[in-house]
């Protein structure tokens, strides 16, 4: 319905992505999709995320790869010549690593000063726990996630790598408002972010509970209500239930199901009353299917929803008629979650084999003969390099 050219409104930028796994990639992706150039650059090894298949080739659709090894003073100088007219460098070793190689921002800057320069790591490059290691749940774990809900004492792992993908959106943002400033300053920037506090700035909400009198401790904001939750149907499969504040929606639902005496319950007696509540409606929706209840719900203007498989959701006809998929080497994945003067907004291209634009890449720094021999000798990149 929507499709329509593709908008490409930081096409005149560069970005060095040197980062591996999945925030910097994520974050890159996300540039890419609104235009930006993006090379990969990768150990000879390659970026240990390629082992993960599909993820991987989700994540650096479009994107161009150049294979060099950093601990060679031609794989630097290389580095150092790409740098003269990037826009931005994305890494995320841990602290220190960029600077044993040569490439931190200290170094670069003199090379660049209108460089956007990002590093991602856990805790910060500088600190008591900057050294640490730890991945998404370790990060969920340190900054309070997980303590929120005291609900279920059986602790587990979110579906999706809330921290890992919090990170990476967290650097778009502050890469494209840098890119924009500096349109203004001339300069660029270091951009030092933390996993772990990108965790702590969407739990913000539950850090101004936590100081609240009123509040009930041990209770996640929002849903910790009887009519904002999950509930199980006739047929095994789930229904969301989506009330929060609204009197309106909860009067139409009772009126609708039956529950008429308390239907006048304001909020505040509602969250009162959460196991009385939930008792009920933990026994009502078991008398329908989620279908079913979705059908009666949405029809009455209540905010609900069937927990869809991943196959219902690409079949979604509200999915489908936005024309939010795009399709690459046997899958389907989602574009940016909004259309831009009625058009969409999607990657093309391909996920680069490792190294597969080297030779071109090299090309466009116009190096002789000498120099390209001296890149082979010192085996620069695992790329024989013409």
Not at 205 to 224: D, M, Q, R, W
Not at 316 to 324: H, S
Not at 328 to 347: C, E, S, T, V
């Amino acid at each position: 319905m929507f499709k329509g050219e593709i908008l490409k409104p930081i096409e005149n930028i560069t970005v060095l992505d040197f980062s591996s796994n999945l925030p910097g990639p994520y974050c890159s992706s996300i540039l890419i999709s609104l235009g930006a150039r993006v090379i990969k650059v990768e150990s000879p090894e390659g970026d240990p995320f390629r082992k993960s298949g599909h993820m991987w080739t989700s994540l650096n659709i479009g994107k161009e790869s150049i294979s060099i090894n950093l601990k060679t003073q031609a794989g630097k100088n290389l580095i150092y010549d790409l740098v003269r007219t990037a826009d931005v460098i994305i890494e995320g070793w841990r602290p220190g690593v960029a600077k044993k190689l040569g490439v931190d921002y200290s170094i670069l800057k003199g090379i660049n000063n209108k460089l956007i320069y990002c590093s991602i790591s856990g805790y910060g490059q500088e600190g008591p726990w900057a050294g640490r290691t730890g991945h998404d749940i370790n990060y969920l774990a340190s900054s309070g996630y997980y303590s929120i809900d005291d609900r279920n004492k059986d602790l587990a792992p979110p579906s999706i790598l809330i921290a890992d993908i919090s990170s990476a959106f967290y650097a778009c943002i502050l890469i494209l408002s840098f890119i924009a400033g500096r349109n203004t300053t001339g300069e660029g920037c270091y951009i030092d972010l933390a996993m772990a506090e990108s965790v702590l700035s969407i739990l913000n909400l539950e850090f101004a509970k936590h100081f609240s009198k009123s509040s009930i401790k041990g209770a996640p904001n929002v849903t910790y209500l009887p009519h904002y939750n999950i509930y199980k149907c006739s047929d095994d499969s789930w229904i969301t239930l989506g009330i929060v504040d609204e009197n309106h929606f909860w009067s139409g639902f009772c009126v609708a199901t039956g529950l008429d005496d308390i239907k006048d319950w304001d909020l505040n007696k509602r969250t009162e009353n959460y196991q009385f509540i939930a008792g009920r409606l933990n026994k009502l929706f078991l008398t329908k299917t989620s279908k079913e209840w979705e059908k009666l719900l949405v029809g009455i203007n209540v905010p609900a929803s069937t927990v869809n498989t991943i196959e219902e959701v690409i079949q979604n006809a509200q999915f489908q008629y936005r024309d939010v998929w795009s399709q690459y080497a046997g899958f389907q994945f989602a574009g940016m979650p909004a259309l831009i003067n009625n058009k969409n907004i999607k990657i093309s291209g391909n996920a680069p084999s490792l190294g597969e634009h080297t030779n071109q890449i090299v090309k466009e720094l116009n190096y002789t003969k000498e120099q390209i021999g001296k890149l082979n000798s010192e085996k620069t990149t695992p790329i024989p390099l013409e």
